[in-house]
């Protein structure tokens, strides 16, 4: 990293520096940009956990806070999800939870400590929540909807009203993950194109916040989000035009070369764009990510591989940083508020997940498998043409 002088541009200071290698010459500058005007974000859900697991985060050989190396780098937001009940950690950790409220609690203070946003990713489910699966919360299962729709409301305002309490109240919240086919199954999935009773659940958690927002200083800004590019328009036509969900501020979508069909950056600005004009919401990409590696830290196989290069974009370390910039500047580019990179410290430890050990993502997270910064974190501090 070079560094050349300071430059003065409209009454602000920029340190601007390049990254060099042998493919590309990054812009980069310290000046650090509002989350309201665009996210940089970073889901760091795992955080607590791998370091409980012994993982490690190095900043040019320094061993680091990671909340604190992701500020320096630029991020201005994080992401963490909630699960309702997870009790199935306790055969993994002997008896410690995860992405409970508890947890949560100490990842948003984590965050608001190195001045960093908070995006709350409400699964409303006691594991994994996406396309492939929502399954209604043990406690909640059985419930009529009329029930479940109060529930659903019920929690929403106890969580923030509880990380109110606490001085962490997130200034942006998901009512709801990847949820193409609704969410809180059977009764909210979506089935024969009937989006009726989702968008019902929608309302309730949505209402829940706006309520919350009514008495509180900072007033979370409501995402929905759906998984891909691809099904963005059908999907938000069926819940907002046709279902009335209407009262929320951004439209969320998950982007990822391996399961998306739409990989050209002039494509992904313009569906960006058509969702933005259409439908009179911001939009942001609140999951995406790249490999920088198809090798292994450790036994437990990867899920993201070779088969999620885009042409243009090795799979390298500076390919990496190249595609999360030209991503970045295509979203700007359709009008897109944010990009919040997922689970980019899931980086190998000793941690247990429900299916093996170590990480099954190490080779698309920002940090090498001797947890050093990698150059793909600068793509934060491009200088990007807003």
Known sequence: MKYIPVVIVFGFIFFACSIKSSSQNISTSNTKINWEKFSFGADLSFVNEIEDYNGKYYDSGKQKDPF?????????????????????????????????????????RRAKENG??????????DNWADPQKQVTPAAWQGLSLAVLKDSVYNYTLRVLNYLKSKNLTPEMIQVGNETNFGMLWPLGK???NNYSA?????????KAVRDFSAGSIIKPQIILHEAQLQTALDWAEAVISKNGVTDFDII????YSKWSTVNKMDSISLIISRLKKTYNKKVMIVEAAYPWTTDYADNYNNFINAE???????????????????LTQAIINGGGCGIQYWEPAWITSSMPDQW???????????FDFSG???PGMYYMRHVYKF
């Open 116 to 125: 960093m946003a908070v995006n709350l990713d409400l699964h409303y489910s």
């Open 68 to 108: 604190k190396i992701f500020s320096d780098y630029g991020a201005n937001t994080i992401r963490v999800r909630l699960w309702n009940n997870p009790d199935w950690f306790k055969r993994l950790t002997g008896g410690k939870l995860y992405s409970e409220l508890s947890d949560l609690e100490k990842t948003i």
């Open 372 to 374: 050093n910064v990698l």
């Open 252 to 255: 969320g979508l998950s982007h």
């Open 198 to 206: 989702f968008a019902e659940l929608l309302k309730s958690g949505i």
């Open 356 to 366: 093996g050990k170590g990480s099954s993502y190490e080779n698309c997270t920002l």
């Open 190 to 192: 979506v089935e024969n």
């Open 308 to 326: 999620a290069e885009v042409a243009g974009y090795p799979i390298s370390k500076e390919g990496q940083l190249k595609y999360m910039t030209d």
